[in-house]
């Protein structure tokens, strides 16, 4: 039994806390949000590239950090913390997706994606939805690739999207023409979802079954993933929260020392500390390959899921009035939470994956 | 980051279930069931487990061994609360779980030699005189006086929520030695309840049982030999007690969550309604945050393990097992409906577990070892490091 962070990962997290603190605090990177088209900073990308945090879970043969599930975690958690704009995630589930296909072209955009040159993403969704569907209306015919997929995230900046089809896997270049992007303005303004209605031709990377095998496990890892995110949002959003307490005074005292504050502060704490145990000890079983992974991460996602919710919204509301202003950064951790809950498996589909991972 | 038990944990386990299958003759909910039991009858059976218990070695599990223990360590001791879940409670719970620690920590030599092997044997049952009607929450409120007579003390006051004291030999008392002095004005004595001068007083509780009860102190002797740690020094041991009673017991709890929700979902199946939308969704948002009790309780679990005393994190864990063992057994009453209401030697009652009582006890767990609001103190204010008023 042991809770503490190995050597390795200690170390992770000092820098990249360090360098997320000087390069995007919150000051430095709402202007990417809100003023660029991509919705975050090209060239920082390049950096993390450089400094090899894109590809932090490959192996040291792929080009990659070797970090681990864990690693990872801890990576996303310090992201959350200052909720950092764009798609790492997203760039992570490509690279290891890509990874998992035996094929020369695949591994050169892996190449690529590792050291930031290229973004490769994946485009599964076909609704906004979260409903399951038995089939996919997208289709790989005669080395074409036609279909709608919605919404990509960050789809609007990818160089390569591996696009999911009724046949298996394809591996789709941005082409000239063929290839029709549409911005989809949403609830969280950093966010750049797009519709992409595909007439492009591509590759078949994988048949169907060999796909569904590869992005069951590419699932897992996205879904500990975004609840690392949450429990880094809500880490940001409750330090948030308590610096305002500690220095917002009314009726002639601090409002932190009022008992009813004190205590809505306590359970957004024990929440985020609750998550924390959650997110870890499935990181460390999907680490291990344990069997009771598919529980854990489940259970973590749907916990930090609600839990961030909660905490993020919490903030808002003991910020008062000035919590409801685009001016503050309560609404950036609560906008975050809102689309993470959704994406990765939805909580609700997390809260069926649980039970059935138990047989019920 | 490891949040499983060594080959060693592993071997304990299996030794202890071997031993339990042998042992244990006959599970406690049979003999709750049994209506030739009373609660005398019953609380003999927790004695005599407790016997055989500490005749194999499994009492303070993670004690040194020079005090009777297995020298083992807080995952061990974790491990056998979980796997005895179905075996009756052991008499002295309170003497072991509460006072062993505080013995250890802060007793002399002589007082652990007189008290701590009659405590694991269950020959001396122990309870806890901490609250009174005025001093619950606010616990240094106590006025319990103990007056100085030649070299010993006379006790004059009351106690209150006083669990097993119709049972019980001893008594582990805070007693203020100087009215002027809020904290450092009590001091920490161990009172034999066999002397002129106590009256115990049974309550009756919701559940209609007297599992605790009153005790009445008007000039009972206290030993200045049973004085544990110095004149003015309660606090700081009443301390460490509840930080135990509050840390570490994870485990346990998780244990009996783990069979309870598994009747839970036999129940919705035998009823039929596994299959609708709203029975899943609770039952899996039960799930879940049972596997997040899990993971609080093996990370309390390391930090004990490696050495460090329970701190202020205890806080979260007792709010969370507490607060869910309320939803568990909400959960339970409304998705089983009148059945979970049948007292357990109703017919029609389900056969391996007692949800009536169940829903009644969660009622008193976020009361007793610091209330979830007396938690949320802690945290705001040793944690948060939020103002005070």
Redesign the interface.
């Known amino acids: 039994?042991?809770?503490?962070?190995?050597e390795n990962?200690a170390l992770l997290k000092t820098s990249i806390r360090e360098f997320l603190e000087k390069e995007t605090p919150l000051a430095k990177s709402r202007p990417m949000m809100e003023e660029t088209q991509e919705g975050f900073s090209k060239e920082l990308y390049a950096e993390l590239g450089d400094l090899g945090y894109l590809g932090l879970t490959l192996s040291e043969s792929e080009g990659g950090g070797a970090a681990g599930v864990?690693g990872l975690a801890v990576v996303l958690e310090e992201m959350g913390r200052v909720a950092f704009p764009g798609p790492f995630l997203d760039l992570v589930l490509a690279e290891e997706t890509l990874c998992r296909v035996k094929d020369q072209q695949a591994s050169q955009f892996l190449q690529e994606t590792v050291s930031g040159q290229k973004n490769v993403l994946l485009a599964r969704s076909e609704a906004l939805d979260d409903l399951e569907r038995s089939s996919l209306q997208t289709r790989f015919d005669q080395d074409m690739i036609r279909g709608t997929k919605l919404p990509v995230s960050y789809g609007a900046s990818a160089d390569v999207l591996l696009v999911t089809t009724a046949e298996g896997l394809a591996l789709v270049p941005r082409p000239e023409e063929g290839w029709k992007a549409t911005s989809l303005p949403v609830l969280d303004h950093a966010q750049r979802f797009v519709e992409i209605s595909l007439d492009s031709p591509g590759r078949l990377l994988t048949d169907k079954q060999r796909a569904d095998t590869i992005l069951k496990e590419v699932d897992q890892l996205g879904a500990l993933g975004a609840s690392a995110l949450m429990l880094g949002l809500m880490e940001g959003s409750l330090e948030l929260t308590?610096d305002y307490?500690?220095e917002r005074k009314a009726f002639g005292?601090?409002i932190?020392?009022?008992?009813v504050?004190?205590?809505r502060?306590?359970?957004m704490?024990?929440r985020m500390?609750?998550?924390r145990?959650?997110v870890?000890?499935a990181?460390?079983?999907l680490e291990n390959s344990l069997e009771e992974a598919s529980?854990?991460v489940?259970?973590a996602k749907?916990?930090c899921g609600d839990s961030a919710r909660f905490v993020c919204g919490e903030t808002i509301q003991l910020f008062g009035g000035v919590g409801y202003t685009w001016e503050y950064d309560p609404h950036i951790y609560y906008k975050r939470v809102k689309t993470l809950e959704q994406l990765y498996g939805s909580t609700?589909n997390q809260?069926?994956a649980?039970?059935q991972s138990?047989g019920? | 980051?490891?949040?499983?038990?060594s080959e060693e944990q592993q071997q304990f386990r299996m030794e202890l279930r071997a031993w339990l299958k042998e042992n244990l003759e006959r599970p406690w909910i049979e003999e709750l069931r049994d209506p030739k039991n009373d609660e005398k009858k019953l609380f003999d059976i927790r004695r005599s487990w407790q016997a055989k218990l500490h005749e194999s070695g499994y009492l303070g599990i993670h004690w040194p061994k020079e005090w009777g223990g297995r020298g083992l360590t807080v995952?061990e001791n974790a491990i056998f609360a979980a796997e005895a879940i179905h075996a009756p409670p052991i008499a002295s719970r309170v003497g072991i779980n509460l006072l062993g620690p505080a013995l250890i920590h802060h007793a002399t030599e002589e007082q652990r030699k007189r008290f701590i092997p009659k405590m694991l044997s269950g020959e001396e049952v122990w309870c806890q005189g901490f609250s009174e009607p005025d001093a619950g929450s606010d616990l240094a409120a106590l006025r319990t006086r103990a007056e100085p007579d030649g070299d010993d003390f006379r006790l004059e006051g009351q106690k209150v929520w006083t669990t097993f004291a119709p049972w019980s030999d001893w008594i582990f008392v805070l007693a203020r030695t100087d009215p002027d002095d809020r904290y450092g004005g009590i001091t920490f004595f161990l009172v034999s309840l066999h002397q002129e001068g106590i009256e115990v007083r049974p309550i009756r509780q919701i559940t209609g049982e007297s599992e605790f009860g009153e005790v009445f102190f008007s000039g009972a002797l206290a030993k200045r030999e049973h004085m544990v740690g110095a004149l003015g020094e309660g606090w700081k041991i009443a301390m460490t007690v509840l930080a135990y009673e509050r840390g570490s017991m994870s485990l346990a709890h998780l244990a009996r969550f783990d069979h309870y929700l598994k009747d839970l979902?036999e129940g919705v199946r035998e009823n039929g309604s596994?299959q609708r939308a709203d029975v899943?969704?609770k039952?899996?948002?039960l799930?879940?945050?049972k596997?997040?009790l899990?993971?609080?309780g093996?990370?309390t679990?390391?930090?004990l393990?490696?050495g460090q005393a329970p701190g202020p994190?205890a806080s979260?864990e007792k709010?969370?097992w507490s607060e869910y063992s309320r939803r568990l057994a909400d959960g339970a009453l409304d998705l089983l409906g009148l059945q979970a209401h049948l007292l357990v030697h109703s017919p029609h009652a389900r056969p391996h577990m007692d949800w009536a009582q169940e829903a009644l006890y969660s009622r008193a767990v976020t009361i007793y070892a610091g209330s979830s609001?007396i938690?949320?103190?802690i945290?705001?204010?040793r944690?948060?490091?939020?103002?005070?008023?």
Do not use: C
């Open positions: 039994m042991q809770f503490e962070l190995n990962n864990i308590l307490l500690k005292r601090t932190g020392s009022f008992q504050l004190q205590h502060a306590a359970d704490w024990i500390e609750s998550s145990s959650a870890y000890r990181a460390w079983a529980l854990l489940a259970s749907a916990y609700r809260l069926e649980a039970l138990q019920i | 980051m490891d949040f499983q038990f995952v979902v596994l899943r969704e039952i899996a948002r799930l879940v945050e596997e997040v899990r993971a609080n093996y990370r679990l390391a930090t393990a490696s994190e979260l709010i969370f609001e938690q949320r103190n945290i705001s204010k944690i948060l490091k939020l103002p005070s008023s």
